[in-house]
């Protein structure tokens, strides 16, 4: 059956609702919203996509929402739209029915963005920037929306609902994670289909992970200035389509590929969490292209200066920031997040600069309309949803100030895990509220401690092997001059800048970096590992790769076959394992040291080296970088306790710690000074004393004890 039967039959009123092309069989109902536009055009193109066949006008408006139905427009067909009405940017308003426009609900695209200056709506070298106007059609250099008919045998697909206190993050990237596999086939490498390889899903089962964070996979445009440089927009955080996922990242083209990595994913008990953009577009600021909302509503889509109606608000750092008090814009947002839960079946959703939508016209609001909708609606209620807790605006930094519900990347984990590793002077007050969920923070609203997602490196900065191995950032691949990414890192090389041939220089560096894995993964919240640090990925220095599609950011699955990197993945795993295994290490519950269990023994208790409870004279000993934490858990039917004792050493050289009382039974379970499989584990303590390597980090469990 054709597409596109011609000519058009007449069009019809169709429906405002659902928004988007809505197959039926029969025909497809179009319906898009602009507040401001006199007249939207329907148009449709030839299955190159090149030519315009035809094109009709929607015939009604209810609501401010456009709509029609036209029968014999069939799954497969490519359109998109023109929008009439007043071009004047003084007002907000950069309506030119000369630019195609793409369906901010098209399901699927065909084509990409083929850069040329007609995708403005001014011209480019015009004296009067973008006071001017352009004639040129873009068409052909646009992408089509196509009008979709999806069906997909999930074969009884569940989604794992792994509880948020066994929830163990792994961030990666599609293309990233496996373009350099050998043992995924070439053809599926750097796609879903290679993220639902066997192998891949098998590697992330051992490791212990309960759930994969993808870096964007909505449909991005690639930057105009980067493409020109040679380099590429690998992160993805510019945002073409809200609703159709990358191209690139489906080897055989179809949205299927995706849904059929989630089912695998799932069937391993692995939840499919989704980092979304929705805080702007890839139009970037009033200079920036026609692509799609700008051309269809500037003044509503995005938020604008209120003095100057022609500039965009540039909270993100990104050009614009989408006007998230606008009711149609919040539907915008919760459609797509509704689609990708009912269509693709996605468990969570992390919000890159989530400060940005919870913005209402006076700053951030934990009770704005967005996070009132997100939080209310019954078919997110199941699902995982993460903030990014800061955008660039005013007021932008909102760690902890999220409402309840949401959990919260938590970067004051990361800094002061660094800084207490790097031996800073005052951080062990710092360091002892971060591994304990960061109460300081989120214990609030009766919210649970797996509100702070705790990490240590992410995409946007160093990796793990990186922040043992350079003071400084090496971005100059990204043709910044070096100017780019974050100068403060809180790192150290431990000696040598980069790569070394010190034996004492890779030793430090292997056991700072066992001790972070440690403070990280053995820590109250939940833990997010960045994919590659298990085994030793590095960036060469480069703390800022966003524009590197190359082997600067792709896994180099070589690593876990040295000894080095072996031994650091199954560091890795067996963390995980403690954590999984020991009832101290996964309380949801914000911990207290009065709170005692039944044996009469403090949930949490703090000690220095001497064994001796922290005061607050110990606590303000600037010079002090030992600690201790001892964490106990009841067993009420057997009349037992099971504690462990984690003890930190940042000092530079070796030193004993006296364990405090009451005497255990304490068996060394983990020792970043040792390899895993090291000839210390499990050894038992003698003489209530220990001794705990410089940059290192001990875990001693005595396991249902009768006190």
């Known amino acids: 059956m054709a597409a596109l039967h011609l000519p058009l039959a007449s069009i019809q009123p169709g429906l405002p609702y659902p928004l988007g092309a809505t197959y039926d069989g029969a025909g497809t109902n179009f319906a898009v919203f602009s507040a401001h536009a006199e007249k939207i055009e329907l148009c449709f193109f030839d299955a190159t996509g090149r030519h315009e066949l035809a094109r009709c006008a929607l015939p009604e408006c209810t609501n401010e929402v456009w709509h029609g139905y036209l029968p014999g427009v069939h799954a497969g067909a490519l359109y998109g739209y023109r929008a009439y009405g007043p071009y004047q940017p003084e007002q907000g308003h950069r309506f030119n029915p000369n630019k195609l426009l793409l369906d901010p609900y098209a399901r699927q695209l065909f084509g990409q963005v ?13 004296p009067r920037a973008d006071l001017s106007f352009d004639h040129r059609d873009s068409a052909p250099s646009m992408p089509k929306g196509v009008v979709a008919d999806a069906t997909f045998d999930w074969h009884g697909d569940a989604p794992p609902r792994v509880p948020w206190e066994r929830t163990v993050i792994y961030e990666t990237h599609v293309r990233g994670m496996t373009l350099r596999a050998q043992r995924v086939p070439p053809g599926e490498r750097g ?17 212990g992970i309960t759930a994969v964070e993808l870096l964007p996979v909505h449909a991005i445009l690639q930057d105009r200035r980067l493409l020109s440089s040679g380099l590429a927009n690998y992160w993805g955080y510019n945002t073409l389509s809200f609703f159709c996922p990358e191209p690139r990242y489906l080897s055989g083209g179809s949205p299927d590929e995706m849904r059929h990595a989630v089912r695998q994913l799932h069937a391993a008990g692995i939840e499919v969490i989704l980092d979304v953009v929705y805080n ?25 200066q209120d003095n100057n109606l022609r500039h965009n608000v540039n909270d993100t750092g990104c050009g614009n920031t989408l006007n998230m008090s606008h009711p149609r814009v919040i539907q915008l947002v919760m459609d797509s997040l509704r689609y990708w839960v009912r269509e693709f079946h996605v468990d969570g959703f992390r919000f890159d600069l989530g400060a940005t939508l919870g913005r209402e016209h006076h700053g951030f609001d934990p009770g704005s309309g967005f996070f009132d909708a997100l939080l209310q609606d019954p078919v997110l209620a199941g699902v995982k949803l993460i903030s990014e807790p800061w955008d660039l605006g005013p007021g932008g930094y909102q760690v902890g100030n999220h409402p309840p519900g949401l959990a919260e990347w938590n970067d004051r984990f ?7 590793w790097r031996g800073d002077p005052g951080m062990r007050g710092a360091v002892a509220s971060r591994l304990l969920g960061s109460a300081d923070l989120f214990n609030h609203h009766r919210r649970r401690s797996w ?10 900065g160093f990796t793990l092997q990186d922040l043992v191995s350079y003071n400084h950032k090496h971005n100059e691949a990204n043709l910044e001059e070096n100017r780019d990414g974050n100068n403060e890192n809180r790192s150290c090389n431990w000696g040598e800048e980069g ?5 004492k220089v890779v030793a430090t560096r292997e056991k700072v970096k066992r001790a972070m894995l440690m403070t990280l993964l053995l820590a109250n919240g939940t833990p997010m590992l ?5 085994f030793g990925r590095s960036q060469n220095g480069n703390n800022n790769p966003y524009c590197q599609d190359t082997e600067i950011s792709w896994f180099d699955w070589s690593l876990p076959d040295t000894e080095a990197g072996r031994a650091l993945l199954d560091f890795t795993r067996r963390c995980i394992a403690l954590r999984r295994e020991l009832p101290t290490l996964c309380s949801t519950r914000f911990l207290k040291s009065r709170s005692r269990t039944p044996q009469h023994l403090p949930d949490i208790s703090w000690f220095d080296e001497t064994g001796e409870q922290m005061t607050p004279e110990r606590w303000n000993f600037a010079e002090g970088r030992l600690l201790g934490l001892r964490r106990a858990a009841a067993h009420p039917q057997a009349g037992t306790v099971s504690a462990s004792l984690l003890l930190l050493n940042a000092f530079s050289e070796d030193r004993e710690f006296v364990l405090p009382q009451p005497e255990l039974p304490w068996k060394v379970l983990l020792d970043a000074a040792e390899p895993p499989h090291g000839s210390g584990r499990g050894r038992a303590v003698q003489h209530n004393r220990i001794k705990v390597s410089a940059h290192s980090a001990l875990l001693l469990v005595a396991d249902h004890v009768s006190i």
């Open 114 to 126: 083929r850069w040329t200056d007609t995708l403005y709506g001014y011209r480019i070298h015009s």
């Open 191 to 207: 796609s879903f289909a290679g993220l639902a390889n066997p192998w891949v899903i098998d590697y992330l089962v051992k490791l």
């Open 280 to 304: 702007h577009t890839c139009e970037e600021s009033e200079l920036g292209p026609t692509i799609s909302l700008r051309g269809l509503d500037n003044a509503s889509y995005y938020r604008l």
């Open 414 to 420: 990361r800094d002061d895990v660094r800084s207490f």
């Open 451 to 460: 509100a702070s997602v705790n990490f240590v490196t992410a995409h946007d």
């Open 499 to 503: 790569p070394t041939d010190s034996a």
């Open 530 to 534: 960045l994919g590659g640090d298990e």
